[in-house]
């Protein structure tokens, strides 16, 4: 049995991307009607930087424009202060700047990363999911801000119990 260790954490992470190209998915209608959804057609997006520890459901999210070393490398320094002096083992995928020679780690954080091709070993894939599912399937948005909007109320609401169950991960059972 692995002895806990309160002063080192792990945390998956991933990125999730959402905008205003449309998502359309099932929905209810009457027999014989068939349901329409207004969308608008667009191909603005934002990104979802998040940090799930699955065995507390503790979060750590920031909604950023890009998916690049820059931006990765904004998310890491967050998470490193976030942690407040706990050491962090982040699992993630393979992404070029996840790994890139400028890729700043702060000292308090080791990555871990998954093996290629490999998105079902990561429990935050669930979390885009649901997201998606809850904020912007078969929802109309004028603007890039109001699918923003529609994220960030989602997230806040996101409690930790509810990360916990959604992003809990068997195969880290001690």
Not at 51 to 69: K, M
Not at 92 to 117: C, F, K, T
Not at 146 to 154: A, K, Q, T
């Amino acid at each position: 049995m692995v002895k806990e260790n309160p002063d080192v954490v792990v945390y998956f992470f991933d990125e999730g991307r959402f905008g205003l190209q449309p998502t359309v998915g099932r929905r209810w209608a009457r027999k014989g009607v068939r349901p329409v959804v207004k969308v608008k057609i667009g191909y603005e997006n934002f990104y979802v930087y998040s940090a799930v520890c699955p065995t507390t459901g503790d979060d750590v999210t920031l909604f950023l424009p890009w998916v690049n070393t820059a931006m990765m490398n904004i998310f890491l320094e967050h998470l490193s202060v976030a942690l407040n002096g706990r050491r962090c083992f982040l699992v993630m995928d393979q992404a070029g700047w996840h790994s890139s020679a400028d890729l700043r780690l702060p000292p308090n954080i080791e990555p871990v990363y998954l093996p290629p091709h490999s998105p079902e070993l990561n429990p935050v894939e669930r979390l885009w999911d649901w997201l998606k599912r809850n904020t912007i399937r078969n929802q109309f948005f004028q603007t890039l801000d109001e699918v923003m909007d529609s994220v960030e109320d989602y997230m806040r609401n996101a409690t930790a119990p509810i990360l916990k169950s959604m992003c809990g991960c068997t195969y880290l059972a001690h």
